[in-house]
Nanobody
Framework: QVRLVESGGGLAQAGGSLRLSCAGS????????MGWFRQAPGKEREFVAF????????DYAESVKGRFTISRDDAKNTVYLQMNALKPEDTAVYYC??????????????????WGQGTQVTVPS
């Protein structure tokens, strides 16, 4: 497994931006696909974004497409989630995750076997 630690969450105004970071260690980070998920109070954890092990392929939930960007820097063992044009409905705990992901399982929470502790993002209405 990969040990993951998120950072960068906080309070942002509607329309503002935040950048989340996820630092990894353990299993070879550069060969591991990564994802971001989020969980709002009273709701199930949902897929947000995915990046392949090579960085050549990405995928986004429809609700964040065009506003969020996932990227990775394997030299720093870090994956990022740049969040722009934030909305109150983006308020949630954001988790990064790692796993051996296939095209069919990109958005499946259970396909990821390593998770961070989460970082809170709050966008007041």
């Amino acid at each position: 497994q990969v040990r993951l630690v998120e950072s960068g969450g906080g309070l942002a105004q509607a329309g503002g931006s935040l950048r989340l970071s996820c630092a990894g260690s353990g299993r070879t980070f550069s060969g591991t696909a990564m994802g971001w998920f989020r969980q709002a109070p009273g709701k199930e954890r949902e897929f947000v974004a995915f990046i392949s092990w090579s960085g050549s392929s990405t995928d986004y939930a429809e609700s964040v497409k065009g506003r969020f960007t996932i990227s990775r820097d394997d030299a720093k063992n870090t994956v990022y989630l740049q969040m722009n044009a934030l909305k109150p409905e983006d308020t949630a705990v954001y988790y990064c995750a790692a796993g051996r992901i296939t095209t069919a399982t990109i958005r499946w929470r259970k396909a990821y076997d390593s998770w961070g502790q989460g970082t809170q993002v709050t966008v007041p209405s």
